[in-house]
């Protein structure tokens, strides 16, 4: 496996249309591996073919959903397509070919794929919040489109601040959870609250979670896996340690 480069705006190979893969061989294995490695590394939570110049239809999407004590793990996708959406979510969104840039973007709050698997298989998968998100995100990479295309607008530095400064901490709860508890402790400790309604965030998810706002939203979902995956840390961070 190795990293690849990731083009950046401005490349006209992210604004072609990309041909479906037709042979699931050993180049494509090495493709999905490759793509995996050079998202994680740079801490996104999606990746496209198109991104690392492969103008095929194939992406990975880092599922953070998952339940306590489980790791976060890459989908890849072959060939997918949307065939559910529903419900919507808004917030900022970025892009790996895009650093640094935030824009407003609108998303389904759920998206329903069918795709191929590396040896062509089908099957379909579904994603909720961050993972709907980025389902959207990639295959429209497989388009040529930049989410920049789909933004209401592009959020200035001042904007970004204001969205971030909100607080240090955020709460994101399912509506399933007692979520009244966990604030009111954060609270109580002198840490700052934001919001803990799934409209509010874009990260809806399956249980209780905390999550610690940065600028980088890559870093943002890492940090959020890893508070849903290991409850030391979210202690750590309830106490304010982290
Ligand atoms: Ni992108």
């Known amino acids: 496996?190795?990293?690849?480069?990731?083009?950046?705006?401005?490349?006209?190979?992210?604004?072609?249309?990309?041909?479906?893969?037709?042979?699931?061989?050993?180049?494509?294995?090495?493709?999905?591996?490759?793509?995996?490695?050079?998202?994680?590394?740079?801490?996104?939570?999606?990746?496209?073919?198109?991104?690392?110049?492969?103008?095929?239809?194939?992406?990975?999407?880092?599922?953070?959903?998952?339940?306590e004590g489980e790791e976060p793990y890459v989908i890849e996708l072959v060939n997918p397509r949307l065939i559910a959406t529903e419900g919507e979510q808004e917030g900022p969104e970025g892009c790996l070919s895009v650093p640094g840039v935030?824009?407003?973007?609108?998303?389904?709050?759920?998206?329903?794929?069918?795709?191929?698997?590396?040896?062509?298989?089908?099957?379909?998968?579904?994603?909720?919040?961050?993972?709907?998100?980025?389902?959207?995100?990639?295959?429209?990479?497989?388009?040529?489109?930049?989410?920049?295309?789909?933004?209401?607008?592009?959020?200035?530095?001042?904007?970004?601040?204001?969205?971030?400064?909100?607080?240090?901490?955020?709460l994101c709860m399912s509506e399933h959870e007692g979520f009244g508890i966990p604030i009111l402790e954060a609270m109580s400790r002198g840490i700052p609250v934001v919001a803990y309604a799934a409209t509010a965030v874009p990260y809806t998810m399956g249980g209780a979670g905390i999550l610690v706002r940065t600028k980088d939203e890559a870093s943002v979902s890492r940090k959020m896996a890893r508070v849903l995956c290991d409850s030391n840390y979210r202690e750590k961070i309830i106490a304010g340690q982290l």
Not at 6 to 22: A, F, S, Y
Not at 114 to 139: K, P, S, W
Not at 148 to 169: C, G, Q, R, T, W
């Open 102 to 170: 935030y824009g407003w973007v609108k998303r389904p709050a759920y998206a329903k794929v069918r795709a191929q698997d590396r040896n062509g298989e089908y099957f379909e998968v579904e994603g909720h919040g961050l993972t709907a998100r980025a389902f959207c995100h990639e295959i429209a990479h497989l388009e040529g489109q930049l989410f920049l295309e789909v933004s209401d607008h592009i959020m200035s530095e001042e904007e970004l601040e204001a969205y971030y400064k909100v607080a240090d901490l955020f």
């Open 1 to 67: 496996m190795a990293l690849r480069n990731i083009l950046k705006e401005g490349d006209e190979t992210l604004t072609k249309h990309c041909r479906p893969v037709t042979d699931f061989n050993e180049r494509l294995h090495l493709l999905l591996d490759d793509m995996a490695e050079t998202m994680n590394d740079a801490e996104g939570v999606g990746l496209a073919a198109p991104q690392v110049g492969v103008l095929r239809r194939a992406v990975v999407v880092l599922e953070t959903n998952v339940a």
